[in-house]
C-alpha cells in the first residue's frame, strides 16, 4: 500500500496498467517504384513504410491481362485501362518478387484494416477537352492467400459495401458522396454516382486530373477499376489507402 505519509512513495504499475495508441497511416504507391516492362503482376512498396505493398494485376473482360505499371501510371495492357479493362490492386505485406509471370505470385498476407483507399486519374485516352471518363469500381475483403496461379481464382472474396466516395481535382465535389444522384461540377460537366452501399460503384462524367478516394463499411484488401465507357480510357497516376495502425 502507498504510505500517505511520504511524498516520495513511489506505486509499482507493472502488470497494470497498458497503454497503446491507435492512428491512422496513409500509404502512396506510384510507378516510380515498379519494376520496369509489362508483367502479368507487380508488387510495388509504400513510398512511405515499405511493409505495406500493393500487388497490381489486369484483366481484359474475365480474362487474364498483363499489367503495365511505370513512371507514366498503371494501366492494363498498354498504359490506360481502356473499355472493358479492369486494374486490380490488392494491399498485401511480405512479396519479395517485384514483378513477373502470374506463376510468381507470392506474398505474406493481404492486410487488415483497410476502410479507405483511392487513386488519381491524370488522363482520359483519347485525350480531348470534351473527353469524360465512366468507371466502375468494386471493392473486396478476400478470404485466404493464394500464390502463383491460384491467386487467379482460388480465394473466396465478399464485398466490402462502398457508403462513401469523395472526388477532388477537376470532376472535384465539395462533399462526400453518400446517396446515389447526379451532382455538380462547377466548371465541367456533371458527375452521376450509383451503387453506393454495394460492393460495385459506377460514376460517369469523371474529367482529369480528378482524385477518387472511397470508403467502405467493412474492411478491403481489394480494389478494382474497370472502364466502363464505350469510347474513352484513363490512365492512373497513383493509388493510396489508409491502414489503422495500433
Known amino acids: ?27 502512396n504507391f506510384s510507378g516510380q517504384n515498379a519494376a520496369p516492362g509489362n508483367h502479368d503482376f507487380y508488387v510495388i512498396n509504400s513510398s512511405n513504410d515499405a511493409t505495406k505493398q500493393l500487388l497490381v494485376t489486369g484483366f481484359e473482360g474475365a480474362a487474364n491481362a498483363t499489367a503495365n505499371v511505370s513512371t507514366q ?36 498476407s493481404h492486410l487488415d484494416n ?62 462526400p458522396i453518400t446517396v446515389d444522384g447526379t451532382y455538380d461540377v462547377a466548371g465541367s460537366v456533371d458527375v452521376t454516382v450509383s451503387g453506393l452501399g454495394t460492393g460495385v460503384v459506377t460514376i460517369t462524367g469523371l474529367d482529369n486530373v480528378t482524385t477518387v478516394d472511397v470508403t467502405t463499411s467493412s474492411q478491403m484488401d481489394r480494389l478494382t477499376v474497370t472502364g466502363v465507357d464505350s469510347n474513352e480510357g484513363l490512365d492512373i497516376t497513383e493509388f493510396h489507402f489508409s491502414a489503422q495502425t495500433t
Open 114 to 175: 483497410v476502410m479507405q483507399a483511392g487513386f488519381t486519374i491524370n488522363q482520359i485516352t483519347p485525350s480531348a477537352p470534351a473527353g469524360r471518363v465512366d468507371i466502375r469500381i468494386s471493392a473486396f475483403d478476400v478470404t485466404g492467400n493464394e500464390q502463383g496461379l491460384n491467386f487467379y481464382d482460388g480465394s473466396p472474396t465478399a464485398a466490402a459495401p462502398i457508403t462513401s466516395i469523395k472526388l477532388t481535382g477537376t470532376s472535384g465535389v465539395a462533399l
Open 73 to 108: 501510371g498503371f494501366g492494363v495492357a498498354n498504359q490506360s485501362i481502356n473499355p472493358t479493362e479492369t486494374l486490380q490492386v490488392d494491399f498485401v505485406t511480405g512479396g519479395t518478387v517485384p514483378a513477373g509471370d502470374g506463376a510468381e505470385i507470392q506474398y505474406g
Open 1 to 27: 500500500h502507498p504510505d500517505e505519509t511520504d511524498p516520495d512513495d513511489q506505486i509499482d504499475l507493472t502488470d497494470k496498467v497498458f497503454a497503446s495508441v491507435t492512428g491512422t497511416s496513409v500509404n
